[in-house]
């Protein structure tokens, strides 16, 4: 079946440290990948995504890069605030099938200043 | 101007009591989905709508009975609510179809079941 496996948090860094949350995915055929976020208190917002092998989406200083040949599309970013404090959410979907999409279990995020 | 509404944002209600959650999209979207999230903030994929008709059923216990009277509603009637179903409740729209197919989602509606 398909799945997403995301580090598993939480995790606590100091203002302007670098982040990596770590995803690999499991899928049979050809994902799509997502970031979502989620702050405290609110709904899930895209954060970037990436629809083919190679490809890099990036917003807000976020980073994440589609492997295929290692099933992965790890977040980055090179100085986290303290309003990046928030549960990062890795998912897939499949284009052409339900299109649901299927999410990691989820990665609490807090920055302290 | 907001994309995704749910109503209401927080529901508190006895077990065995019947309950509605609404969702509105102004989007223009054709698909429409309810999304679980349960209190580790796992979240899973419940029913999907497209263009009113149920495209995805997820092995949810049959009290739950959504309802899509055109393409900017999908409503979830829960009854003989359990205490398990206590969670919050995501909904979501899309258009279906393509590789960068966008998700977005309501501002979720807390269960609380006593």
């Known amino acids: 079946g398909n799945s997403v496996t995301q580090m598993e948090g939480p995790v606590t860094l100091s203002e302007e440290a670098f982040l990596t949350i770590n995803c690999t995915y499991t899928?049979?055929?050809?994902?799509?990948l997502f970031w979502y976020v989620q702050y405290p208190g609110e709904g899930l917002q895209l954060l970037l995504k990436?629809?083919?092998?190679?490809d890099k989406g990036s917003n807000k200083g976020f980073e994440a890069t589609y492997r295929k040949e290692t099933t992965s599309f790890h977040l980055e970013k090179g100085s986290v605030q303290v309003s990046d404090s928030a549960v990062y959410f890795c998912a897939l979907t499949l284009p052409g099938g339900s299109e649901k999409l299927v999410f990691g279990k989820g990665t609490k995020l807090t920055v302290n200043p | 101007d907001t994309a995704v509404s749910q109503t209401p944002k927080y529901l508190v209600t006895q077990m065995g009591n019947d309950k509605s959650i609404k969702c509105e999209q102004n989007?223009?979207?054709?698909?429409m989905y309810w999304y679980k999230q349960d209190s580790k903030k796992f979240l899973k994929i419940m029913f999907s709508y497209n263009n009113k008709e149920l495209i995805i059923n997820e092995t949810v216990p049959n009290r739950f009975s959504p309802k899509s009277p055109d393409k900017a509603h999908l409503n979830l009637h829960i009854n003989s609510l359990e205490l398990g179903d206590s969670a919050v409740y995501f909904c979501?729209?899309?258009?279906?179809?393509?590789?960068?197919?966008?998700?977005?989602f309501g501002p979720g509606t807390r269960l609380t079941v006593l």
């Open positions: 979501a729209s899309s258009h279906r179809g393509g590789r960068d197919n966008e998700q977005f």
């Open positions: 989007l223009g979207h054709d698909t």
């Open positions: 899928a049979t055929g050809y994902p799509s």
């Open positions: 990436a629809t083919k092998a190679d």
